[in-house]
């Protein structure tokens, strides 16, 4: 008689081997695993525990496996900024605390599935953290203020949970977590809280007497019930307005009792309830002797004071207010921009307490640390590739959304009937679930993303319409997927056939196996709007569960912390133009182990441009932030950075223009990168650039100075005085939508920079290609006297500059279209010497941590940031170029300009005057080197001035501004 072999189910495999890769002695995977190490576990396990599962299944697995285990966060990071006078206290302490409470949310994080590393460098994070913070058991009044800075969807709320819990353990009684201005994002950071540092579910508090309740320990109170001792005075359905309705009050924890929590939504009426209950605590002096945590999550949303220092807005004023409550208090701002404090006055302080007491401001006074994100982060890199790069296929670029909803549009707009993007974005979705549920390991919570309005109005009937094309695609799917795979036709399935080519084709199963799982895979998918008004609805709509599969639609409130789970497609229609606000909107940022090969994503060109832009200056940011790091600078030496930095400047039009008619704004160019991106549209204009370029070389011969070629055979001038680069900044004009150009600042800035390395100037004329296939492109000889000059092909893109009303108020190019964006990444490498180039690479080399998501430089000519050259450049660099049209109809036309005749025959004359074959449109990169030295110099410095008109055309395109 034969025995039959028994079959193991795949999750018995993976549980074995996981134990097989677990350290005993922690309980967590161990570091340090290689692939080999997994490949080597599931090859002695496979043997004995035999599966039904294929190879491809098997192979699936291990990658999962190989994934979870390997994940990590680039250490050792740069380090925090600190103030001089912090005393570290921690490391002394640290084998007299016990630290209950973070190995239980440590153990639950594991069981979770986090790898060893990940928990080692969290424990190593919160520990610096904490330090920072403030030790809760010294004694007398003190107050700390710092500021974390993380990623977008990178996995801040378990940071800051662990920090907490740390935190708890170390003698904080009270924690206070703002978590987002929503009832939404308070909920959800809630059931967050609930899980990893209350660990019970205190939904059920409140529920009828009689009910039959299960346990009520969930997270962490599973792993250990002594831990789930924190009193909470608000649940997942009960903000703190509810709670004093209902007459809930606790007393104050006492060092032995457990601690106190609030998790509040940023209301000014709640705030003002949680100060009024602190005042009611407070002692006969008016203080609350404990230590308090104020964690304030999403901290560049309305937490920063953009009014006067003397008349705060009513959210800043307010935590204010709480944190001067208590005699120990510390404040803990975390953000994914560092741009946040931008508007934060360091020497502002402000009346805010009603017996006129002026209460410091937020700054992060005491400590700013970077935090880095692990190694399986998907950021803007990994998703938007490089200016130079083929736009990578999960990017869809939106090319009917506009014509469908304009982007500047009113809470009136009529919405037309859905368009094919958005029709394709939707099938897509459809599609994944089929392909991800043919998957060994993938999430079980899938969402697609829908943001085009921030109108309710507007987001309700987007998602009326998309309910009815779900319908659409469910009906056929269930009436006629099998006819149709037996060779009977139907024009929806068609439709969902060509998505599928198009869009998964390479990524492994064939149509037909995903038409067979269709109707099973869409059957739970279903449309859910999300916005403020739906949000008033409160408890009814938060207990409908939310969908398993769902097509989210909504505007800000997706913006801002609501986490959307397993997010893989998402179509996105905005334009909000500054940092702050364009990073938050990002949800498709974050982890997609398992399914990053079928996330799509529909956006403009023009917003990815932006978003590249926008990684570029947070990474100046984070570097200048190394940099003080290694030169023992201060917060406040950051913060000026920040304030100064050029993005700076449309966040601060964008507040001012409410307010001021005129204002003055001083920005830091060192070390930025600088160029004419919006050239004017004025022939005559052009014409005279072209000449005042002339002008500087021939003014540069005259005045004898060194004429070479670069390493690439460049024409160059050394030694150029800085009197003639500041002639030509003020002869040149480019288009009044262009920040940096505009105005006199720049010339202004060159002339009055004292430093010794800002007199004199290296200025190059760049050339274009000297070949087309086996033809000689003729040169510019009238550009410069004795040397032949080729010409720079770029997209031009003609495109109208309108007020907020909608009158015209002028035309710009676009160099490089929607890109804007003049020069190559490694232009600037390809003016310097080698021997500086060498250097630069060197020591970019040599730096303790490089963005994982960039290729390694190599002194071969690999990749190399241009940021990471501006420290060795002997002196400024002014590259011009001569450029023209390289479409072969000449310069275009933006999509959303009607082509009149007159714009016809405007963009006929641009493009004859560019191929002139004695002249060009000119265009200007800047590059101004930058020290350690630098931070408090007076070179490089700008003032423009922000009045309505510089608003004007600056934020054309913002929607934001109503």
């Known amino acids: 008689m034969t025995i039959p072999t028994m079959v193991f189910p795949l999750s018995a495999l993976e549980g074995a081997v996981f134990g097989y890769l677990t350290d005993p002695a922690t309980g967590e995977t161990r570091t340090g695993l290689k692939e080999q190490d997994v490949r080597a576990a599931f090859t002695a396990f496979t043997p004995i525990m035999r599966t039904d599962a294929s190879d491809d299944e098997l192979e699936q697995l291990i990658r999962h496996v190989l994934a979870a285990v390997s994940a990590d966060i680039p250490g050792p990071g740069p380090g925090p900024v600190t103030k001089k006078d912090h005393e570290p206290w921690l490391k002394d302490l640290k084998s007299e605390i016990n630290w209950r409470r973070w190995r239980a949310y440590r153990k639950m994080l594991s069981k979770q599935g986090r790898s060893g590393r990940v928990l080692d460098r969290l424990d190593k994070f919160t520990d610096d953290v904490l330090d920072l913070a403030g030790n809760p058991q010294k004694p007398g009044r003190w107050n700390r203020r710092g500021l974390i800075i993380g990623d977008v969807q990178s996995g801040k709320t378990q940071n800051y949970l662990a920090l907490i819990n740390k935190a708890a353990d170390a003698g904080y009684r009270l924690i206070i977590i703002l978590s987002g201005n929503t009832e939404y994002l308070r909920r959800q950071t809630h059931e967050r809280v609930d899980e990893g540092f209350i660990g019970r579910d205190t939904r059920r508090v409140g ?61 000014k009426f709640v705030l003002d309830a949680v100060n009024g209950w602190a005042r009611g605590k407070a002692d006969s002096h008016g203080s609350i002797d404990l230590p308090v945590l104020l964690l304030d999550d999403e901290s560049d949303y309305a937490s920063v004071n953009t009014n006067e220092a003397e008349d705060p807005t009513a959210i800043n004023g307010s935590i204010r207010k709480i944190l ?18 931008i508007f934060i006055d360091y020497e502002a302080s402000g009346i805010v307490q009603d017996d006129g007491e002026a209460v410091d401001d937020l700054f992060p006074e005491d400590y700013i640390y970077p935090l880095e994100a692990p190694s399986n982060y998907v950021g803007i890199r990994a998703t938007f590739g490089t200016d130079e790069e083929d736009r990578p296929h999960s990017v869809q670029y939106l090319t009917d959304a506009q014509q469908w909803i304009p982007v500047k549009h009113r809470k009136s707009q009529v919405v037309g009937p859905l368009p094919e993007s958005l029709k394709e974005a939707a099938r897509s979705f459809l599609l994944a679930n089929a392909i991800l549920d043919g998957r060994v390991k993938s999430p079980t919570k899938r969402s697609m993303l829908v943001n085009v309005s921030r109108f309710t109005n507007v987001q309700d009937t987007v998602g009326d319409l998309l309910t009815e094309e779900l319908y659409r695609y469910k009906s056929a799917i269930e009436l006629h997927a099998l006819t149709y795979s037996a060779g009977k036709s139907n024009a929806v399935l068609d439709e969902l056939k060509s998505t599928f080519e198009k869009q998964f084709g390479s990524t492994g199963p064939s149509w037909a196996s995903i038409l067979a799982e269709l109707h099973k895979s869409v059957a739970d998918v279903r449309v859910k ?185 460049y024409t160059r001038f050394r030694n150029v005085p800085k009197g003639l680069v500041a002639d030509l900044l003020h002869s040149y004009k480019a288009a009044d939508d262009d920040i940096f150009f505009t105005g006199s600042g720049l010339e202004r800035m060159v002339r ?88 630069a690479i060197a020591a970019y080399l040599d730096q303790p941590t490089v963005e994982t998501s960039e290729p390694t430089a190599s002194a071969q000519g690999g990749f190399l940031p241009e940021r990471a050259l501006y420290r060795y450049l002997r002196c400024p660099q002014l590259m011009v170029y001569a450029v023209e049209p390289s479409h072969d109809d000449g310069v275009q036309p933006d999509e959303n300009l009607t082509v009149t005749r007159e714009i016809s025959e405007l963009m006929s004359e641009l493009t004859v005057a560019a191929r002139d074959p004695k002249a060009a449109f000119t265009a200007l990169k800047i590059a101004l080197p930058t020290s350690d030295s630098d931070y408090n110099s007076k070179n490089g410095r700008v003032k423009y001035v922000l009045n309505k008109v510089a608003q004007r055309y600056w934020m054309a395109d913002y929607e934001e501004l109503s």
């Open 752 to 839: 009055a920079s004292p430093g010794e390395q800002f007199q004199t100037w290296d200025v190059t004329f760049m050339n274009g290609p000297k070949k087309k296939g086996d033809s000689e492109l003729p040169s510019l000889a009238e550009l410069v006297p004795g040397k032949s000059v080729f010409k720079v092909g770029r997209a031009l893109m003609l495109r109208h500059l309108t007020a907020k009303d909608g009158t015209l108020t002028g035309s710009s190019l676009w160099v490089s279209g929607k890109k804007t964006r003049l020069a190559g990444s490694d232009d600037l490498r390809k003016v310097l010497d080698p021997e500086v180039e060498a250097e």
């Open 324 to 341: 001067s409550s208590f005699t120990r208090s510390s404040y803990v701002a975390i953000t994914a921009t560092p741009f946040a404090n």
């Open 529 to 713: 709007v999300y916005n403020s008004s739906v949000d008033k609805a409160e408890d009814e709509d938060y207990r409908e569960e939310v969908p398993t599969r769902q097509i989210a639609v909504g505007g800000d409130l997706l913006s801002r912390g609501l986490t959307l789970d397993g997010l893989v497609v998402s179509y996105f229609h905005r334009s909000v133009g500054a940092a702050d606000t364009m990073m938050q909107m990002a949800r498709w940022f974050g982890y997609r182990d398992g399914f990053q090969d079928v996330c799509r994503l529909w956006i403009s060109e023009k917003t990815a441009a932006d978003y590249r832009f926008v990684g570029a200056a947070i990474q100046e940011l984070r570097d200048d932030l190394a940099h003080m790091h290694r030169n023992n600078m201060t917060p406040r030496d950051f913060g000026l950075a920040v304030q100064q930095h050029p993005e700076s400047l449309l966040i601060t039009a964008r507040n001012k223009m409410k307010h001021t008619v005129q204002y003055e704004k001083e920005v830091n160019l060192l070390g930025r990168n600088l160029e004419t991106r919006k050239l004017s549209a004025n022939p005559a204009v052009q014409a005279d650039n072209f000449a005042a370029a002339q002008e500087l070389a021939a003014a540069a011969l005259a005045s004898g100075c060194t004429t070479d070629e670069s390493a690439r055979g």
């Open 207 to 267: 529920m009828p007497k009689g009910a039959v309740l299960k346990d009520l320990h969930i997270g962490v109170g599973k792993i250990d019930q002594e831990v789930a001792n924190a009193t909470s005075l608000t649940t997942v359905l009960m903000d703190y307005l509810q709670a004093t309705k209902n007459g809930i009050d606790v007393p104050l924890p006492s060092s032995s009792s457990g601690p106190l929590v609030f998790v509040l939504k940023k209301n």
